[in-house]
Each structure stands twice: as C-alpha cells, then as structure tokens.
C-alpha cells in the first residue's frame, strides 16, 4: 500500500512541475497520467492541445529532467477529454392543467373500448384539481362494467 501512495505522490509532484514548466494556457489542457519505462504519458484534453505537446516534447524531457531523478527518455501524448463531474438527474414532476384534465374527461365519455376509457380517466385524475368534482367519471366506469 506504502508503494502506491507514494508512486501517486510521485505522479503528482511530476505534473504540478510539469505544469509549472509549459506556457500558461498549455499547462491548463494537460496532466501526467503515468511514467512507464522512462516514458512520460502526458493526456490532453483535444487533439489540438495533443499536437502542441507533441511539439514541446523536447523541450519537456530536458526540464523535467533537470528537475527529477527520473531518467526519462520519451513522452507519449495520449487525447482523454477530462471527465465531467456526474451529475445527478432530477425528474421534473410534469403537471397535468384542470383544462387538459376536463378535455381527457371529454374524450373518456366519448370512447366505446372501457379498459381505454378507464386508462385516460385515471390519466385526468392528475390533473390539478381532484376528480371528484365530476361525477360522470363513476357514472362511465360502472356503466361500461
């Protein structure tokens, strides 16, 4: 366990120096993702900000070389948008208005299939008054039974 937390500790003195050595606006698109037989894997959030570590790789491995002990000798540029924070989904509790509650009222009385009657009658119910003050509701679902 001692080993990974201090290979973690590692990594991340590695990217704030990286961070430190590149220009300001490169710096903010890229981070240390692992140094594996002395090659360094730098991510990128785009392929563009990809194309300019590329080119500063160079430049990269002697600053961080006089910088670290490691004996790096390579860096591998790798595109991995960073990860969105996880959202939680919130349902939006949709409302059913007192004129479209009367108009599947309407249409419950005018359908012949009783199970289908039942269903939109049961769908009006949600609407923002109670059913109770329509009578002819009970009066469809007992004289279709």
């Known amino acids: 366990m001692r080993e990974i937390v201090e ?28 140094v594996t037989n002395n090659t360094l894997i730098v991510l990128a959030d785009d392929p563009t900000w ?4 590329r080119y500063a790789a160079p430049s990269i491995l002697s600053l961080l070389s006089d910088e670290t002990d ?14 969105a924070p996880s959202r939680k989904v919130t349902r939006q509790r949709l409302r059913l208005s007192e004129k479209n ?15 289908l009657a039942e269903k939109i009658l049961r769908l009006a119910q949600h609407g923002e008054r109670s059913t109770d003050t ?8 007992s004289s279709r039974q």
């Open 7 to 34: 290979r973690a500790k590692q990594l991340r003195r590695l990217d704030r120096n990286l961070g430190r050595q590149l220009p300001s606006p490169l710096a903010e698109h890229c981070r240390v993702a692992n």
């Open 50 to 53: 990809a194309a300019r570590l």
């Open 70 to 83: 490691l004996a790096l000798t390579a860096v591998q540029v790798k595109v991995a948008p960073p990860s």
């Open 101 to 115: 509650a009367a108009g599947l009222r309407t249409l419950a009385l005018n359908i012949s299939d009783q199970k």
């Open 134 to 141: 329509f009578p002819e509701a009970d009066q469809i679902v």
